[in-house]
């Protein structure tokens, strides 16, 4: 492991892992692991085994498979305008200036997408078996050796109808491009369908021949067509299954399918698909320039450039149609390696994928391996036995909740105080002690209209002596709130953790502070003498570590522990984390002081070496009782209107509030100034008596902090107070000597925690330094005021798209600067007095504040540059689409049209109760009950009504097994967290693993199934082909 920071993309989880192992067939591979040391002589040596050196050690490891994918819609065009479209801003400079390899010519991805293809993207996907894709997982200092010895073997591998490969596919990411380019890979182009995929089988180009004669053989027929024979047996191993072979005798009648041979043009007749303009260009000289149909041609590009003509200068660059007009370019967009047939491509990055022409040996040359011959010592197959790898595997070291024992009562919390009565409760409770006798013995319901009756009929003075029964009730309310607040607190403080959910679960390691029991072999763990377990699986037993240093001492803010050291997490951007198994961790006894939800914010006591932890102080109130309270603003003339008119309009009764405010507003609006003159004097005399109680408040803030120069009034924010206060932030530190804070240049993400303390506990406020404002700030999630410079933001996206359509395709200067300034006028406006331009990092998607001269660069740039997305800009959205991504108003106009909050996004938590449901298949409570619906299903896809029934079944059966307490949660797409969700999300999960079901089938199939698969596949398939199609041997077989 390396200690050095590298900038790569984020791991994979564990679940796509597994995910790909069980799909993909064939899978094979190869690993390396360390074995005895020799001597410069080759002779074995002495030097024993030492901790930083064992036998049998994993030192890398590459899988090969074949080629799939599961978009209906895919194919191979490195000349497509959104092939690359992803790409940041580097990575296009790099590509421009000859840095990087790619398919410049389209070539490449033209012979890639003339093999042969066949599948259902919804069932098995749809399978390119001239094509094998390789995943180097990891390779200590072997990787290049590994590469070469899968390229080797796969030249030299014998052909058949499952592995047939021509070509090697890969993803790579960020900091392994330079590692494929080094090895003769090249960039290529790929783009997907943004429309959904249909469930229906897909192939390339075929050809239908019927055989002649009884005795054609499959290879005879590829021949006939000059064709590859496996490719022949690959498109008709569906219809005829796993016996049709190249020899094998076809019945005369036979119906095989032949791929279609796409003759390669000569160099002269080639035409390229795309031709990228120069400066001045029109399509009328385009079109006689490549000889193609003018119109055809015009009315191709149209769909993108829809104010395009025939005389239209082009900017250079300008990318134009030239071939393939019935094809609808519009809806393509950049491919997204390993997505489902139901993922959304709008919510997935592009993939960086490479590609590698094999140069197949035939004879004695696939005899030779060079690659293989050089290595000391010869392959052979993995055995955990002889590799020496049993003695490497560790015990898993977990610690489990406690059986729960009552040995004695456990301390309860405090309850929370009733909310006060109503001034209307009031009224009810002495209306219903003196019913009526008529209305005695009726329903409740009709009970309670008539109280409202009466209550509606009631003056301002009669109902008096019912508010005033309110505010005393509200005033006591109010103080058994706070002294509850304050017993809640310490009680979550001191109080143990409630384990009797937990029994049974795995509680040694999720967000503890650990120490290494031996930190040999782990390169810089030595630095550090604890680490925080970030990320833990326990089936695994691995853990992902981050180590912590001092960062000062606690003050006398805490005085039980002033003194003692604050321990606080490593930068991230030091690159110190290290991953290692569970059972060298050792839990020491840690509290946060905190309660900080973002983990490198937070502070630490570490207690060891049987160090005890003091009990705090319980928490004192803020503000003392008879502190002043600061009056209330005047009301405004609108305002006061509202209140008598509600008196008095009968109209506004049974209204909801919204309903009542707009005809309030709209009678506002048509009264004279003359009308609204009362009103006016009203509020002139409400603003002068609320000056004088604001003098008068002043001066008695002014004796009450002499008298209590240690009291803190806190001043009453404006709007309404949240249910839930958000924790208080951590103060400012000193930085640690590993950490990077102070560096320039360096951006932090944060390490968001999973399980912070409630955030309804109030806790001591701490003084907070006051910084001034760094344009270099990083923001760790925008707010509404916010201004994104990305046109990956919806905001920002749909105010520079409308200026796109304005300004169309043509350059006239004068036009984008007066666009220019248009746009920072409306982003002025959103931003307003407490907003900021923040500019976003595509590779981590981390958001830096920029100041206002950067933004009009920004947005000059991506103005400039408007003719590389036409394709996109250029389709009008629906009108419901505009109307979502409107601009946001400015605070100062929100009180008239005010904004429905966002719900927050979802927590990352862990299974903390016996009755959660995690909805992954790797959970064997959901797997069992899937798999029993995968059966009762079968094996082709069912109606939509069937699977929708089925996952309402599902759903009941885990809701029933769940109980009241029990929840949902499902596996975040990257990493190990588990989120929380609800019903509605729960459903859909299991529809969507319903759907997918065919890509597990070998596991929950019968052996019995399984051998009729395929028969079963080819009568669901082609129910009209008839006995005829079916060849010699099943026939055969069958009678």
Not at 149 to 173: F, G
Request: charged fraction near 30%; charge should be positive.
């Amino acid at each position: 492991m390396t200690t050095s920071k590298k900038s790569s993309t984020k791991p994979l989880s564990i679940e796509y892992i597994f995910d790909r192992i069980d799909t993909d067939d064939p899978l094979w591979g190869l690993m390396v692991r360390t074995d005895t040391p020799t001597s410069f002589k080759g002779r074995p040596s002495n030097v024993k085994a030492s901790p930083h050196w064992k036998r049998g050690m994993l030192q890398g490891f590459i899988t090969v498979t074949t080629f799939t994918n599961w978009k209906s819609s895919f194919r191979f065009d490195s000349l497509h305008e959104m092939a690359f479209a992803g790409d940041n801003d580097d990575l296009e400079e790099q590509m421009k200036n000859g840095l990087r390899k790619y398919d410049e010519d389209g070539s490449l991805a033209e012979e890639l997408e003339a093999t042969v293809k066949g599948g259902n993207p919804h069932v098995e996907g749809v399978v390119y078996p001239k094509i094998a894709e390789v995943a180097l997982f990891g390779g200590l200092g072997c990787g290049k050796q590994l590469l070469r010895l899968v390229v080797e073997h796969l030249e030299r591998l014998k052909s058949s109808a499952r592995q047939n490969y021509d070509y090697i596919v890969l993803q790579a990411t960020d900091n392994s491009v330079p590692f494929y380019e080094s090895m003769g890979f090249t960039r290529v182009g790929c783009v997907q369908s943004k429309n959904p995929c249909p469930d229906e089988y897909v192939s390339g180009p075929i050809e239908e021949y019927m055989t002649q004669k009884n005795g054609e053989t499959c290879q005879q027929i590829a021949k006939k067509f000059g064709v590859d024979v496996w490719d022949v047996i690959f498109l008709n191993q569906p219809l005829y299954g796993s016996v049709l072979q190249h020899q094998s005798w076809l019945k005369e009648g036979t119906r095989i399918f032949v791929p279609k041979k796409v003759e390669q043009p000569s160099e002269n007749k080639f035409t390229p698909k795309w031709y990228v303009s120069r400066e001045n260009d029109t399509p009328r000289g385009i079109a006689k320039k490549f000889k193609v149909n003018f119109g055809e041609l015009l009315q191709a590009n149209k769909r993108r450039y829809p104010e395009l003509t025939g005389n239209s200068r082009l900017m250079e660059g300008t990318r134009i149609q030239i071939a393939n007009f019935h094809i609808d370019e519009a809806d393509m967009t950049g491919y997204s390696h390993w997505t489902f047939p139901d993922t959304n491509p709008e919510d997935e990055e592009p993939s960086y994928m490479m590609a590698l022409r094999l140069n197949r040996k035939k004879g004695k040359e696939a005899l030779e391996k060079p690659v293989a011959a050089s290595l000391s010592v010869p392959m052979n197959p993995y055995s955990p036995d002889e590799a020496g790898v049993k003695e490497l595997l560790l015990q898993p070291s977990t610690s489990l909740a406690p059986k729960f024992t009552q040995t004695k009562k456990a301390q309860e919390p405090p309850k929370k105080p009733k909310r006060p009565t109503t001034s209307f409760g009031h009224f009810s409770t002495e209306i219903r002690s003196n019913l009526p006798r008529e209305m005695k013995g009726k329903q409740f319901g009709e009970i309670n209209t008539y109280i409202a009756e009466q209550w509606r009929a009631l003056t301002d003075e009669d109902k008096v002596p019912y508010i005033e029964k309110y505010e005393e009730s509200k005033a006591a309310y109010a103080d058994a709130m706070k002294k509850y607040e304050l017993e809640l607190a310490n009680f979550k403080r001191e109080a143990p953790q409630d384990m009797t959910g937990l029994r049974g679960q795995d509680t040694s390691l999720l967000e503890k502070v650990v120490k290494l029991k031996s930190n040999c072999g782990i390169s810089g763990a030595s630095k550090y003498d604890y680490f925080y377990v970030l990320t833990f699986i326990p089936d695994l037993q691995w853990v992902h570590l981050i180590p912590m240093v001092k960062a000062g001492e606690f003050d006398d803010e805490h005085p039980e522990i002033c003194g003692r050291p604050i321990w606080k997490l490593v930068g991230e951007d030091a690159g110190k984390e290290i991953d290692t198994t569970a059972g060298l961790c050792e839990v020491v006894t840690a509290r946060t002081m905190n309660n900080s939800a973002n983990a490198d914010d937070e502070h630490w006591d570490v207690y060891d070496k049987g160090e005890t932890p003091p009990v705090l102080a319980a928490l004192v109130p803020k503000t003392l009782a008879n502190a002043p309270v600061k009056p209330k603003k005047p009301a405004t003339s609108f305002a006061l209107f509202c209140a008598d008119a509600r008196s008095d309009m009968r109209d506004l009764r049974n209204k909801t509030l919204t309903e009542c405010t707009q005809i309030l507003a709209s009678k506002w609006k048509h009264m004279t100034a003359d009308d609204k003159a009362k009103y006016k004097q009203q509020q002139i005399e409400l603003n002068a008596q609320h000056l004088k109680e604001m003098e008068r408040y002043e001066r008695d803030l002014a004796i009450f902090l002499r008298e209590n120069p240690d009291a803190v009034i806190e001043e009453r924010k404006r709007g309404r107070p949240r249910k839930h206060p958000l924790p208080s932030p951590a103060p400012s530190l000193p930085p640690s000597p590993d950490s990077s804070v102070d560096q320039p240049g360096k951006r932090k993400r944060g390490r968001p925690r999973k399980h912070p303390l409630p955030p309804d506990v109030p806790l001591p406020e701490k003084k907070k330094a006051k910084t001034e404002k760094s344009a270099s700030a990083v923001i760790s999630k925008p707010t509404q005021n916010d201004v994104v410079l990305s046109l990956m933001d919806d905001f920002y996206k749909d105010i520079m798209w409308s200026h796109f359509r304005t300004l169309g395709i043509a350059r006239v200067k004068e036009e984008e600067d007066a666009a220019i300034d248009k746009i920072l006028q409306t982003f002025k406006q959103r931003v307003g007095h407490e907003g900021k331009y923040l500019k976003r990092d595509q590779s981590t998607g981390i958001c830096t504040v920029v100041p206002e001269n950067e933004a009009r660069a920004k947005v000059r740039h991506d103005i400039r540059r408007r003719a590389n997305s036409s394709q996109s800009w250029a389709s009008v959205p629906s009108n419901k689409a505009s109307k979502d991504r409107s601009p946001k108003p400015s605070k100062s106009r929100q009180k008239t049209k005010p904004e429905k909050s966002k719900p927050p996004p979802p927590a990352f938590t862990t299974k903390t109760n016996s009755n959660d449901i995690i909805l992954s298949l790797l959970d064997e409570k959901y797997k069992e009950i899937m798999w029993a619906q995968y059966r009762k299903l079968g094996r082709t896809n069912g109606s939509y009504d069937r699977e929708n029934v089925a996952g309402m079944d599902v759903l009941f059966i885990l809701k029933k097994g769940m109980g009241t307490r029990g929840r949902f949660f499902k596996k975040s797409p990257h990493g190990f967290d588990l989120i929380e969700c609800s019903e509605d999300l729960a459903l859909e999960k299991i529809k969507s693993d319903l759907k997918r079901r065919m890509s597990s089938k070998h596991h929950w199939l019968g052996e019995d199934e399984k051998e009729k698969e395929m028969i079963a596949f080819a009568i669901n398939r082609y129910p009209s082909r008839g006995s005829g199609a079916i060849p010699f041997e099943v026939a055969e077989a069958a009678v």
